[in-house]
């Protein structure tokens, strides 16, 4: 994480346990940094903590192939996940989508 602007950094919430959301509306220019810092975007999960517990909903998923450039890859992540947020069916999960989880390598 530490490639990415210290605005994309001071709005990510890290877990204990390590992993790292952004709240829905800071989603897309996480996902730009991310690939902009050259990782590929795997998945994207979206979260809310209702009475202290963890309500997580599995939103989408980017499968790498490895006979691709890693470039390709980035973008083609990128493009996955950008897609899938901008998608109007998140308003469906709004109560779910509190924040977004985003999984990346």
Do not use: C
């Not at 220019?29 to 795997?42: E, K």
């Not at 499968?63 to 899938?84: C, E, F, I, S, W």
């Amino acid at each position: 994480m530490s490639r990415l602007p210290d605005d994309i950094l001071n709005r990510a919430r890290v877990q204990e346990n390590g992993e790292v959301e952004w709240r829905l509306a800071d989603a897309p220019q996480a996902i730009n940094a991310l690939a902009a810092a050259g990782h590929v975007i795997l998945g994207l999960d979206l979260r809310t903590y209702p009475d202290g517990q963890t309500f997580e909903v599995p939103w989408s998923t980017f499968d790498p192939d490895d006979a691709r450039a890693a470039a390709d890859n980035v973008d083609a992540g990128r493009k996955a996940a950008l897609h899938k947020v901008a998608l109007e069916s998140v308003a469906d999960y709004a109560e779910f989508a509190e924040w977004i989880r985003i999984t990346w390598r």
